[in-house]
């Protein structure tokens, strides 16, 4: 194996493909990157079993061939090397990857890539495509409202709800629920299915992504889901099990509309936070209404106590309601309209919160019962 | 007590006396600003009792008097607040501090300020005149240099070694130092001195300090040092004990002097020490010159090796040597000069870096013994 190329692409390639490697890798070669020097391309290959990344990057081919290195070092490596054209070939009996650039030289260790393992070359199943900045998106408003909770797999995942006409992508963990709904550029299924993929994964993968319309292809098998663009190729094992019903657990209608600001709702909410942390304050913040003023309060015995008031247009009758505050604050930072919908039917009901002009997003928190 | 601020000046100086609140203070006081309204001032202060932090802002004040609130609550609250007049005022019968912003109220549970312990209104003692500038140079230049070991108070401090002609700053962990010199604006001492400061605490101080010329009031007392600005009184604990004759370890003379740019030298030494990582690599580079090439080598049975050849200007017979790779990199991540001198010895003897075109500063490094 013998190629030169740039330290920009190369440092873009180990970048995408170093976030397919375990920092616990408990198998040694899936510690390492897999590299091939192919006509003119280099493919770079990462996975943890979970996830795998492949990148393709054009260098200079002098001699194709392939080796494993270490991911950590090679990563170091890349930020390090200057400018400048960069040559990397294999040699020596105990095979090493060579480096060089300028004068000098340096020489990685090397394991076996008989033993690595590849990711699949073609898949056949369901296919959609998105574009990047849809994907990213959907990360972005959805992503955050799964589980970290690992006992109950699917809900550290967020589901694709896929049908001829929508996607819808669903994450809960049982407390809140966020619901994204958007159509595929093109979209070939077999039939209505839904697939659970990890939360955690999707984000990371989006960081690879580009906000704009460049396409993602995506292919969907039994068990696995592959995400393609221009230079790169992501794999991602679905998470099994059954999604719960999440639509039962959308209200279908609302008693009170709230219209609030969301810059004014975020801020009071973190105010009143700050009464609402510690022990005993339990992250509670209640809230009710009049006329036009939505109150906020908070309690707590170390801290103190606050009162907020927030201008609102209320349509309905007074409705109040308690909140983990946590959950309100996380998707009144992922919310990008001026305004926000509260809708709620109950004191004891999810309220919801939709984005005024934005008919694609909802967001379900359960409230808390208080005394 | 009641006064009303804006809320710009209330977080700058929140932010300032945070600095000298202990996360983990023992006894609760200590968690806590003291703030005094005095006639159109607020005083606000913390202190860990090593280190002491008074800031002033003006206010409009309706009614005199002091309180104490939770020093984390309270830069939370600062943090969070609205633009625009913010009211403060004491009360109830278990005071609690009011906080008044739009139509909202925050009520925050208070101390005893009578528990406070404040700062000394004046202290006699030996005087200097520094620039904030010079002061955050000397923190950046030599403050690294200190041991975090705790067990040798004395290394985990800067020597400020002060006589009518200069200040000499030192610090050292032993295996290197780093000392810089500067003249005092205006200095009334007794007689020359030793004093030894914390250099993490110097550190912080230096954060809340201008770049520029502004004045920094410096009064060293037999236990204390207080440091003064427009707004801010701060006063630190001098460390007992007697410094090391650090005079004694700069060698007065040098075999070889290398000429290098600080940029090459540092990426160099960056990606060499890719190769000196790990357990056996122990961070040892290796270094010797050939005529206008510097060669830089290290090795390590985990990752590999590398050979970096650096362009040197060398004067004088040239000595292989040996160092820890972290000491180099430290010392060529502050200095901003173009160019340094590498003087040497012998191989078993301490480099010496200089900033070309700077005389007041060197940095010594104690080389490693290599079979």
């Known amino acids: 194996m013998e190629f030169s190329c740039s330290r920009g692409e190369l440092l873009e390639a180990v970048n995408a493909v170093s976030r397919a490697v375990s920092s616990r890798a408990t198998i040694p070669i899936l510690s390492g990157i897999y590299m091939e020097a192919l006509d003119d391309v280099l493919r770079l290959v990462a996975t943890d079993m979970e996830l795998g990344i ?131 550029t093109e979209s070939v299924i077999q039939q209505n299915r839904q697939v659970i993929l990890h939360a955690k994964t999707l984000s990371d993968v989006a960081r690879l992504l580009s906000d704009d319309e460049a396409s993602l292809q995506i292919t969907i098998t039994r068990s696995q889901a592959l995400l393609e663009t221009d230079r790169m190729r992501v794999i991602l094992r679905i998470i099994e099990g059954q999604y719960p019903k999440y639509q039962q657990v959308i209200p279908r209608d609302y008693k009170t509309r709230m219209t ?79 305004d926000v919908y509260m809708d709620l039917t109950a004191t004891l009901a999810p309220g919801v919160l939709r984005p005024v002009g934005e008919e694609r997003y909802l967001y379900l928190i359960v409230p808390v019962r208080t005394v």
């Open 260 to 338: 609030v600001s969301v810059k004014a709702l975020a801020d009071s909410v973190d105010r009143a936070s700050l009464a609402a942390i510690g022990k005993e304050g339990s992250n509670i913040i209640k809230l009710s209404s009049d006329k036009n003023t939505l109150t906020i309060r908070a309690n707590s015995p170390e801290v103190g106590h606050i009162y907020e008031e927030v201008f609102v247009d209320v349509g309905g009758d007074p409705i109040p309601i308690a909140f983990n505050y946590r959950y309100l604050q996380d998707a009144l930072k992922v919310i990008t309209t001026d």
């Open 54 to 184: 492949e990148y393709t990057i054009p260098v200079k081919t002098v001699q194709t061939g392939s080796t494993v290195v270490n991911a950590r070092i090679f990563n170091e490596m890349a930020r390090r090397l200057p400018e400048g054209p960069i040559t990397f070939y294999i040699s020596g009996e105990t095979p090493a990857l060579k480096v060089r650039y300028h004068g000098s030289e340096l020489t990685l260790n090397t394991m076996n890539p008989q033993e690595f393992p590849l990711l699949p070359a073609i898949l056949d199943g369901d296919h959609l495509i998105l574009t990047q900045g849809q994907f990213k998106e959907m990360t972005r408003l959805v992503c955050f409202a799964a589980s970290t909770d690992e006992s109950r797999p699917w809900f550290t995942g967020v589901l694709w709800d896929i049908s001829p006409e929508e996607v819808r992508w669903v994450a809960t963990d049982t407390h809140r629920l966020a619901l994204l709904s958007g159509q595929a």
